[in-house]
Nanobody, 122 residues
């Protein structure tokens, strides 16, 4: 089994910064890509940023220039540095992993963390 464990959410004033972390753990797996999604009440879960094994990154237009995604391949960990936070960034942030598990049959699946709340006050 593979687990994604997030940390780093909290309450911050507008203009402030937070750093989210997500570590993948388990056995016999390879991370293909990792990313962050967010979901505000009444909204769908949307992609915030993603990064591949090769280091290619993707960002939602709403966070470009303010958020930076990075990874530590040796630790199977992804980070999201969030600067210049706005009240509209308030949401539950979910870590996502595109992961291949190998065994008798290799399987590639999406895995999700439990979510961490980010609240930005005005």
């Amino acid at each position: 089994q593979v687990q994604l464990v997030e940390s780093g959410g909290g309450l911050v004033q507008a203009g402030g910064s937070l750093r989210l972390s997500c570590a993948a753990s388990g056995s016999a797996f390879r991370v293909n890509a990792m990313g962050w999604y967010r979901q505000a009440p009444g909204n769908q879960r949307d992609l915030v940023a993603a990064i591949t094994n090769g280091g290619s990154t993707t960002y939602a237009d709403s966070v470009k220039g303010r958020f930076t995604i990075s990874r530590d391949g040796a630790k199977n960990t992804v980070y999201l540095q969030m600067n210049s936070l706005k009240p509209e960034d308030t949401a539950v942030y979910y870590c996502n992993g595109d992961i291949t598990r190998w065994g008798t049959i290799s399987r590639r699946n999406d895995y999700w963390g439990q979510g961490t709340q980010v609240t930005v006050s005005s």
